[in-house]
């Protein structure tokens, strides 16, 4: 028996109770179909609302008609209300079960579900639901099925969960908070114009939307526009001065900048958010552009503590041990890191440079080899090339990387080129 008839009666109920409200109310029964009395008697409490009453008297009948589905999407919906969400679970799965069809118990168990983090259970219960005709519960409650499926698809298919919200907007009319959503999953697809805006109509709506700010701070990130994201960030932060996102959305600006102010900002945030990997990444890479080497590797041995097979945290680790002259650690720690990620030339630019500093010019060079798959070659490389062929006493090779190394140093490294010119005197004399 499907629950097909009007929901006006109940709307009251579900606007009472806070937690029945994300539930779809029980629907009076049609003019041609007869409750039974005790079913009744206890839609007329929920109506009231009188929960406990409700619930006793569904419980007694339940007892001698456990498989009647109208009295078990009754009782969830009660247990719903009553805050007693597993019992609330239990009862709209069996309702589920008694009635396949029943849209209204698929959507409040893919709801609940839902509210609970269950979302692997919820998605496929609320995808049953969009396939059914929601009948009186109407269009709007369909729509909030589509809505809740976006927002569980956004975290693994945020392409699919755009289409759920395409979906939900098909049966109701676009708010505010569906426009976020639309900005965030365009902005996660990497289609930033359109994200900017999106985020840019929300703020048109509500100028003062911290989320959409953040957000639109991002996307400009994003673009590499860092100077209006910093204007926009610097205007919200007058509005909500403790806002951590917007905070560490500047910071993030003001690093891209290359502004002064990104470290004090950055070293103020880690203090009040010790925890925050992100944030402690940033300062760590901030204070060793800044040349505090020591205090950057501190955080970076922390970091790693937690999650010692993080290539990024290697590689900053690994550099900052070469800025302290720390040669063999600096080659353990890159050798780690080109291990586990072998396509971040980072890694073998480490690499190749603390293999040289610890006399093992072979490894240097399958360095600089692998490196050159992902980054053109620079002043140092044609350096590390030519010092490594030397040491070999591959002659030829020495040759042709020093002169490419003087044509690139171009009188920028006066000691690097007196030494390059001083072995070319040598390798070019005639045996």
């Not at 109208?70 to 609330?88: H, I, M, P, Q, S």
């Not at 586990?340 to 040289?356: K, Q, R, Y």
Request: proline share 6%; hydrophobic share 45%.
């Amino acid at each position: 028996m499907r629950f097909s008839a009007v929901f006006l009666m109940f709307i009251a109920c579900a606007a009472v109770s806070g937690r029945a409200q994300t539930a779809v109310p029980p629907a009076p029964a049609k003019v041609a179909e007869t409750l039974a009395p005790a079913v009744a008697a206890a839609e007329a409490l929920i109506v009231k609302p009188d929960w406990k009453a409700a619930e006793a008297k569904l419980a007694g009948f339940l007892t001698e008609h456990p498989d009647d589905a109208r009295a078990l999407f009754d009782a969830g919906y009660v247990a719903d209300a009553e805050n007693k969400l597993d019992d609330a679970a239990a009862f709209y799965g069996r309702a589920v079960k008694a009635d396949p069809g029943s849209f209204e118990a698929h959507v409040s168990l893919g709801l609940l579900l839902a509210r609970q983090g269950k979302l692997d259970d919820a998605r496929p219960e609320l995808d049953v639901a969009t396939q059914l005709d929601p009948g009186a519960a109407g269009p709007e409650v369909k729509a909030r099925a589509w809505r809740a499926l976006a927002q569980i698809d956004r975290r693994d298919d945020p392409a699919e969960a755009s289409n759920d919200l395409l979906e939900a907007l098909k049966l109701t009319p676009e708010t505010p908070r569906d426009t976020l959503l639309a900005a965030e999953l365009a902005e996660a697809t990497n289609q930033l114009d359109e994200a900017e805006k999106a985020y840019r109509r929300v703020l048109g709506v509500d100028a003062r939307n911290t989320e959409a700010e953040a957000g639109l701070a991002h996307v400009l990130i994003g673009k590499k526009q860092y100077a209006d994201a910093e204007e926009l960030l610097r205007k919200g932060l007058e509005q909500a001065p403790d806002d951590q996102a917007m905070t560490a959305e500047l910071a993030t600006a003001l690093v891209a900048e290359d502004k002064a102010e990104a470290l004090p900002l950055l070293k103020k945030l880690h203090e009040k958010n010790p925890q925050d990997a992100n944030l402690a990444r940033m300062l760590a890479a901030t204070l060793a552009e800044a040349g505090d080497a020591a205090a950057s590797d501190q955080l970076y041995t922390t970091l790693l503590a937690g999650a010692p097979k993080d290539p990024g945290l290697l590689i900053g680790h690994g550099q900052n041990l070469i800025r302290q002259l720390k040669y063999p650690e600096a080659f353990q720690a890159f050798t780690k890191a080109t291990e586990i990620d072998p396509v971040d030339p980072d890694g073998w630019s480490g690499l190749a440079f603390a293999a040289s500093k610890t006399g093992q010019p072979s490894i240097s060079l399958h360095a600089l080899t692998l490196r050159s798959k992902y980054l053109p070659e620079n002043v140092s490389t044609y350096f590390l090339w030519a010092t490594s062929y030397d040491t070999l006493h591959d002659r030829p090779a020495a040759i042709t990387y020093y002169h490419h190394f003087l044509e690139a140093a171009a009188g920028k490294f006066p000691d690097q080129e007196w030494q390059a010119r001083q072995r070319l005197l040598l390798l070019e004399k005639k045996p």
